[in-house]
């Protein structure tokens, strides 16, 4: 179920880099208790212009996941995100590698 969720999470994109969230690093942690998906997040700032919605687009997009009947979406900013979270394929996206 995991996977699936990653594959919905990877719909959502950041509006300032173009670039969906689980490439970006934004995503920390997915469990499950049951049927309810928990997703531990950060954002790239936490002066992010999109910081309210953001966590929203998060759970709607793990709810399209069949046998998830509710989702908990946390933001944190520890540990700090930084450019080295980018995934090796979303930084060849963005052309910094």
């Known amino acids: 179920m995991k996977d699936k ?3 919905q999470l990877k719909t959502v994109s950041d509006p ?3 670039l969906d969230i689980v490439e ?3 995503i ?3 469990a499950f208790d049951g049927t309810q998906c928990n997703i ?3 954002l790239t700032t936490a002066w992010c212009p999109v910081a309210q919605e953001m966590p929203v687009w998060v759970k709607e997009a793990a709810m399209k996941v069949e046998g998830i009947d509710t989702c908990e979406v946390t933001v944190t900013f520890e540990p700090p995100w930084t450019r080295e979270s980018i995934t090796e394929e979303g930084q060849l ?3 910094l590698l």
């Open 5 to 7: 969720v990653i594959e």
């Open 16 to 18: 300032e880099i173009s």
């Open 24 to 26: 970006l690093g934004l």
């Open 28 to 30: 920390y942690d997915i």
């Open 40 to 42: 531990l997040m950060t």
């Open 93 to 95: 996206e963005l052309g």
